[in-house]
């Protein structure tokens, strides 16, 4: 079934990469088999000189699932092969002990020993951490292969599986090891959010709140009209919260793809969160350490004379009335220092921050004074 209150959020395409839309409604998988492509006749058409079979006849699909969602991928798997797809289902560890090197490599075996070809087609079903990889994988195999990404989480919905950002982590940091690689299409379905823990559920709104001070303030009006019903994926304003934040993404990522420049405004309270990742050895939930984060960057922002009080307070009311935390171990601060070094953002030695003018109004904070640094740490360390 399908079509029941489905939204359509576009990507454009931009430095040559195909656009593509974001679906967003309830029990959406029906339209997977119409993102794959056509299945390969069984002797494969060829052009009239004799080149490549077009990208649509599609003969195997490979869902990577993380073991949570063990049922959902091999179900997905049954209903491609009853199709007649070559479906296999590749299952992955959960969370972040799936963006690493050595996963990776176990996808490839796995593609190689199923014969993947260019025409072949990869679905991430999953949290954020299993799209990266999947995307990852997708973007790797014979230099890229189509992907589609089945976000199962709040975060992957509003922002991971969306806009081609794709990779693993390394021992130095997070996301060190990527490609910009979009998916053909992306598939929210909400009926999903219904088995998230709710610590995950939680940790995904850090995104979409960042979401609210970059670009669209409503979110955060929504979120503070009933915190508690934030919580949940059966609160009032869910879709509307997870199509705002969409949109916020979609609109940055048809623009700049490849993080040239607008694109940098995503990643607001990442600098110290990525940070804090790594500190803890990626067992932190990335929406957490974001939102520790984004109280950093509101008080960096304050400190710089950019950022009104209230606007900076608002950081905290918002972020602590979900249940999101605010706060840091104070005596890591050389050690996150020592990690921001290896932030995407940085040049040379110059690291850069994005901070907030103003609601909605996002820039660029380059080489601010190590002091100023320490004193807005002092806020947020404990
Ligand atoms: N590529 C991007 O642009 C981008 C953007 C934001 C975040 N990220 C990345 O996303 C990752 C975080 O993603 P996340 O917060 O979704 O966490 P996650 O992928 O680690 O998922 C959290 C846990 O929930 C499980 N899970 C997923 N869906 C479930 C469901 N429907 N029911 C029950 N369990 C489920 C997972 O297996 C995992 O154990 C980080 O690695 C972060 O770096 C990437
Ligand atoms: O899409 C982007 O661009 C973002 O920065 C979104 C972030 O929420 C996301 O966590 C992203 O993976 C961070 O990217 P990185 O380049 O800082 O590793
Ligand atoms: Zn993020």
Redesign the pocket.
């Known amino acids: 079934m399908s079509n029941e209150a489905v939204t359509r959020i576009h990507v454009a395409g931009t430095a040559g990469t195909e656009p593509y839309d974001v679906l967003v409604g309830r029990h959406l998988l029906g339209e997977l088999p119409g993102l794959i492509g056509d299945k390969a006749h069984p002797s494969p058409a060829t052009t009239l000189n004799g080149g490549a079979s077009r990208h649509t006849e599609v003969q195997r699909v490979a869902v990577i699932h993380?073991?949570?969602?063990a049922e959902t991928g091999e179900a997905l798997r049954a209903d491609l092969a009853g199709q007649g797809y070559e479906a296999v289902a590749i299952q992955v560890p959960?969370?972040?002990e799936a963006?690493t090197a050595e996963v990776a490599a176990y996808c490839w075996k796995a593609l190689g020993q199923s014969g993947f070809t260019r025409t072949d087609v990869v679905v991430g079903v999953?949290?954020?951490?299993?799209?990266?990889l999947a995307?990852f994988v997708a973007a790797t195999w014979l230099r890229g292969v189509r992907w589609i990404a089945v976000?199962?989480?709040?975060?992957?919905m509003v922002?991971?599986a969306?806009?081609g950002?794709?990779?693993i982590n390394t021992a130095e940091g997070?996301?060190l090891v990527g490609a910009f690689h979009p998916p053909a299409g992306v598939l929210c379905d909400l009926a999903?959010?219904d088995?998230?823990?709710v610590h995950?559920y939680v940790?995904?709104l850090a995104?979409v709140i960042k979401a609210g001070f970059i670009a669209d303030p409503v979110i955060l009006d929504l979120i503070e009209s009933d915190p508690e019903a934030a919580r949940t994926p059966a609160g009032p304003h869910t879709a509307e919260l997870i199509e705002r934040s969409i949109k916020v993404k979609a609109d940055v990522v048809s623009s700049d793809l490849k993080e040239s420049g607008l694109r940098e405004i995503?990643n607001y309270g990442h600098t110290l969160g990525h940070a804090i990742e790594k500190n803890e050895r990626y067992k932190w939930?990335?929406?957490a350490a974001v939102a520790v984060g984004m109280h950093f960057a509101a008080e960096l922002g304050r400190l710089a004379g950019r950022l009104d009080d209230a606007t900076a307070d608002r950081h905290r009311t918002v972020l602590e009335s979900v249940g999101l935390p605010l706060h840091y171990r104070h005596d890591q601060w050389p050690k996150l220092v020592e990690n921001m070094k290896v932030d995407k953002k940085s040049r040379g030695s110059l690291l850069r921050f994005v901070v907030l003018d103003g609601l909605a109004k996002p820039t660029v904070l380059e080489g601010p004074d190590p002091a100023v640094l320490l004193a807005a740490y002092g806020e947020v360390g404990q």
């Open positions: 993380p073991e949570a969602l959960n969370a972040e963006k999953g949290g954020g951490a299993t799209t990266d995307g976000p199962t989480t709040v975060l992957g922002d991971a969306v806009g950002k794709t990779g997070k996301n999903a959010l088995s998230l823990p995950d940790s995904g995104e995503l939930r990335h929406g």
